[in-house]
């Protein structure tokens, strides 16, 4: 038989009187011993509720004791939480949801798991009582405490399933049990699968698809003996009981429903009897043995009848009992903060006259040494203010010396790493073509000849490189200078096409410019022209014979953004982030011809755009080329490009196609 749930307050409450009473006994408890038995039993309690929750009821009611004992607030809350899980699993839902809420005066938010996994409990409650929306709102505030713990995120999501199957909406109940799956896959919590496998079969019972159905009751019956869950054991027997119903298969739901009520009633769940009871009621009527369904209707209703009694004297005498232990609990502290104001009065004043008597015995040679500390006292605050300005001082000027070598140490470093890497390769290759041109025997007069084509892209990409590294050393060393005008981007474009026209030509590439020639910008010129004129020559590296380059522009609010676009073979996702580095992480590629490419273009052009007030970006596409756009500010004012550049961009765009 069920203990009375007003007994173990009554218990509790005598307890507690008696230890007040003897206060000794109180303070020869082992604190921390007791707090660990305490956690033992409370989680020990909380394993096993569900298969033996006599056992557990007892292991929490004697946790809940020696917490009181000890003033173990969580173990406190935790005996709570145990001891509403306990009358959870034999369906008393009101007397557990006043045992959850008696835990969440208890538990301390720095244990917000256990404050997640209380008002989940209160969640699944409210749901088997039918209130639906406090069962939502305490859901949500699980999930608000359980954070990115995937256990706790599995279990809210388990019991949401369950409130939207009982609201019908079967298909947001699926999701959510697949979801909590999910995540009990990756913890491997065995006994949270096991439940969550008969939620499906429940889900697809009420869809009424059948053999999902009972693959999934059949799966959470062979898992509740490895978790050993005998209430899950019991529901799947009359999950199954009522498939078999509604597939006509009335003597196999007949057996199960059996099976069910049995284990139902061995470890005290009622509405497990009730269900069976009443999926036993259908599958005789069906069967059109009438007196066998009314044998087993009035047990059903009795079942009922009963469980309504005994929850209403259940509720009654719990609260009764609740108030009483209140009253008691509020005497006993208040005897006990009594007699802790008295035993601190008594001590205070024990204190006061050790203090006076040794007071009197010191006071006149502390009176006579107190000027005189007091003047060396402040001859020595003195004497050391003075020090410690002047250390402060020198400290400072350590320091900024110290910074300032620093700095010009790392540049030099930085300096000498950059020119001898990025110069070593374009000397090189040209260092091969002149000593192949100075063997005469080796070439003949074609060969040379071609030799002396591929001479001129080898020095220019040595001189551009070598113009970059200046203008970056320069900016390191004196600072960027800034020198902002009215420039046409249309004739800087022009300007990089007749630059680069040699190239162009070598791999047929096309390259039109279509800037609007009636924006300019504010900026500086030559900035902007080691900005175009490094885009250009990166697009022609990257593009293969025959494609095209595009430089275009547009206009939005007060800037220009400046687009060099190409149809090269593009730069990977993850290396687009590597491209403005200028340490050994930069992203360096061969181009189509095998052009070696230095790294510090980019950086270079990077630093210009945003000493100019613009930015710089990159999309691309691996084998559909790649946009580098910069924006800078438009020139509040009449652009200073005429008709004649207009002319020269056009003959210069046609010149390159050419």
Known sequence: MRWHAGLIWLFLAYSVITYAQSGESLLSVNKPDTIKTVDSLNKLAENIYVGAPYQARAMAERALLLSEKVKYRQGTGCSFLNLGHVYWSQSYYPISLFYFNSALTYLSKKEPLTLAHCYSSIGRAYTDLQNYSQAIKNLSLAARYAGSDKKMLAEVYNERS??????????????????????????NDEPSICILYSR???????????????????TALRMSYVVNNKRLRAISFIERAKVFNALKQYDKAIDLAKRGAALSDSIGVMDGISSAYQAMT????????????????????????SLNATNKR???SLIQSYFELNSRLNAIAAVEQRAKTYREKLGFQKTIIATLLISLLVVVIALSVTYYQYKLKRVLINRMRKQHKALLIQKDLIEEQSANLAGINNLKDKLLAVIGHDLRTPLANLHSILYLYNTADALTSAEIQDLMKKLEPVVQGAELTLSN????????????????????????????????????????????????????????EKHVKVVLSNLV?????FTGEGGTITLSGAAAEHELVISVSDTGRGIPGEKINQLFKLDTGRY????TSGEKGTGIGLFLCKELVEFNGGRLWVNSEIGRGSTFSFSLPLFEGECCNDDEGSSNSSDAAVAAQL
Do not use: H
């Not at 360096?588 to 181009?591: C, F, L, Q, R």
């Open 162 to 187: 369950f409130v939207y199957l009982k609201l019908q909406q079967y298909d947001e109940g699926i999701a959510n049990a697949r979801r909590a799956m999910q995540l009990s896959r990756v913890i």
């Open 200 to 218: 499906l079969a429940n889900a697809y019972r009420l869809k009424e698809q059948y053999n999902q159905s009972i693959a999934c009751s059949d």
């Open 282 to 305: 259908y599958s005789f009527e069906q069967k059109n043995d009438l007196k066998q369904s009314l044998v087993y209707q009035r047990r059903y209703n009795q079942v009922l009848d």
């Open 314 to 316: 259940n509720n009654t």
């Open 469 to 524: 590294l200046l203008e970056w050393a320069g900016n390191q060393i004196k600072g960027i200078n800034v020198e902002p005008s009215a420039v046409s981007i249309n004739l800087a474009g022009d300007e990089m096409i007749r630059t680069f026209n040699y190239m162009l030509q070598q791999k047929s590439i096309s390259i039109v410019n279509a800037i609007p020639p009636q924006y300019c910008v504010r900026a500086d």
């Open 537 to 541: 020559s990166n697009a022609i590296k």
């Open 588 to 591: 360096m590629a061969t181009g």
